[in-house]
């Protein structure tokens, strides 16, 4: 996520309160979660697949000092959900910002990873999902309410769970 994406989404996230737990979802160098936590979020959860770039996100972690705060899974996205992991019962802010073709080549699985985190989310949960324009917002759970904002190439969509 370019700078000036990553900017524009916190903006359309609001602040963040100290009981807000980052998932940060296709982690990559964990920038979404690693901002989120110094924006005020109590913890972080990372899950990234490719292990050359968890430990990438690792060592970002260290350079920040914040081990403490943070929890990095290496695994995929799919099949780490399908264990059922605990996840916090406090609000989460949801990072989903995969390869933008997994919106087309993945596009059900996609379509069912937010949809099963939205059904589960604790009220006051907020979910930024990055795609591209061949993603259409419209087919996830309550479309009126996703905040939908294009920079091109990506388009940025923030739910509020309520």
Known sequence: MKDRVREALFNLIGPLDAGHHALDLFAGTGALGLEAVSRGAVRATFIERHFPTARVLRENIATLGVEALTEVVTADVFVWLRQDPTLPACPWVVFVSPPYDFYV???????????????????????????????????????DRWNIRSYQPAVVGVFHQK
């Open 105 to 143: 080549d993945k596009k059900e699985a996609m379509i069912g990873l937010i949809g099963g985190l939205m059904e589960n989310a604790p009220v006051g949960s907020v979910f930024a999902v990055e795609s591209d324009g061949r993603f259409d917002f419209d087919l996830l759970s309550l479309p």
